[in-house]
Each structure stands twice: as structure tokens, then as C-alpha cells.
């Protein structure tokens, strides 16, 4: 084999070994290990990312219940920062913040992440829903930090079934209360009931009983 040739069949065997190496790298950075949708919605400005962005609604459509904001938000600067206020420009849907664990405020630590939805983490609800966007469209979002500012992103709304449910609301609407049954019959509470047995028979005012009422006539 000539030299030429030599050199092209190690290059092409590179290749290959590269193109395998990086399809490795994919899959264990994908599903398996950061659980990472291919149409998740990502943006990163300054030393803040925030990747992984959805809008989820109750499994139902029509139910009435909160909604939740689920995202995971990197910090790769050298200080901590805090998650001070996420809101959806353009809804009247107020979002609460509430720390895994603890009553402070939600802390991306220097150099970590932060994984917000789902049990055991931090926690972001929509109360009262989330009415003016549907399923499957795109709602603008807007995290802010205590450095970096405003981090601003469009996350899909999707409800809590399937992939979403484990990061979905937790408080799900209550079925209707069951109304009683009509089983008994009611009695007017304005009947009365005759105390007694009347002691004597009424004689019509109306009639004259004779004086000579004997069956055997007079004078015989």
C-alpha cells in the first residue's frame, strides 16, 4: 500500500472514531444524564443559563388549578446569585418562589445549577393558572437575578402528562362533592298531627229529633 493511500485510510479511520466518540458524548449528555428535550428552550446571557424552560398546566384541559414554570437555571460565574422574581409579560398570572427546602429565597450557587419543578425542588406556581395561553403555544418568560438581571425566554405550554407529569402542579383540582340522595322522604315541618281521638259523634245542627220517638203510639 502506498503512502497516499496509508495516509487516507488513517484519516478516514479518525473520522470515524471521532464521529463515534462525539455520538457517545450526545447520547450520555442527552435523556440519560441531563434529561434533555431536542425542542427544550434555552438562553443564556452573562454567567446565567437557563435551559430547559416549560410552562405546565393542569393534565386536563378546561381544569381549573395552578399551573408551574420548570426550568433549570445555571450559574457559571465565580458568585452566587438568587432568583428573585419569575414573570410571564402579557398574563395576569402572578408566580410564588418557594426554596427546596427553608423560607429564603431560591440560590443558583457559583460554579452549580438549580433545578426548579418537580419533587424535592425548588418551586415556582403559577396560582390561579395561567388562562390567556393555550397548550402547545410558546409563553415569554422572564427570569430575574439578583447580577445578571433579566434572563427573557419563550417556554412551551404543555400540560402535566406524560414527560411533565413529575414536574407538573401538585395540587390538582377536587373532583365535585358528591350531593345527597334523595333516599328519605321529608315530612313538611308544618304538618300537625291530631293530639287526640274525638270523645263524641256531632249531631248536625240542623236536625229536630221528634219528642214522641217511641215505637208504640200514644193512648193505646
Known amino acids: ?17 471521532s464521529i463515534a466518540a462525539l455520538s457517545a458524548c450526545g447520547a450520555g449528555n442527552d435523556a440519560q444524564t441531563l434529561q434533555v428535550r431536542p425542542d427544550n428552550a434555552a438562553v443564556t446571557v452573562d454567567d446565567v443559563k437557563v435551559q430547559n424552560a416549560f410552562v405546565i398546566t393542569q393534565p386536563d384541559p378546561g381544569a381549573v388549578g395552578p399551573a408551574v414554570v420548570s426550568a433549570t437555571v445555571f450559574n457559571n460565574g465565580r458568585t452566587r446569585q438568587t432568583l428573585d422574581s419569575i414573570t ?46 393555550r ?35 401538585t395540587e390538582l383540582p ?12 321529608a315530612t313538611p315541618s308544618g304538618t300537625a298531627t291530631p293530639s287526640g281521638t274525638p270523645t263524641g259523634t256531632a249531631t248536625p245542627s240542623g236536625t229536630t229529633t221528634p219528642t214522641g220517638g217511641s215505637t208504640q203510639a200514644a193512648g193505646h
Do not use: C, W
Open 1 to 17: 500500500m502506498s503512502r497516499s493511500l496509508r495516509r487516507g485510510a488513517i484519516a478516514a479511520t479518525a473520522v470515524v472514531i
Open 88 to 133: 410571564l409579560p402579557g398574563t395576569v398570572g402572578t408566580v410564588k418562589l418557594k426554596a427546596a427546602e427553608g423560607n429564603g429565597p431560591i440560590v443558583v450557587p457559583a460554579g452549580g445549577s438549580v433545578v426548579i419543578g418537580g419533587q424535592g425542588n425548588a418551586s415556582a406556581v403559577i396560582e390561579g393558572g395561567l388562562h390567556e395561553a
Open 135 to 169: 397548550n402547545g403555544n410558546a409563553q415569554k418568560v422572564v427570569f430575574k437575578l439578583s447580577k445578571t438581571g433579566d434572563v427573557s425566554l419563550s417556554a412551551y405550554v404543555v400540560p402535566a402528562k406524560s414527560y411533565f407529569t413529575e414536574y407538573g402542579p
Open 174 to 185: 377536587k373532583p365535585p362533592a358528591t350531593l345527597p340522595t334523595a333516599s328519605a322522604t
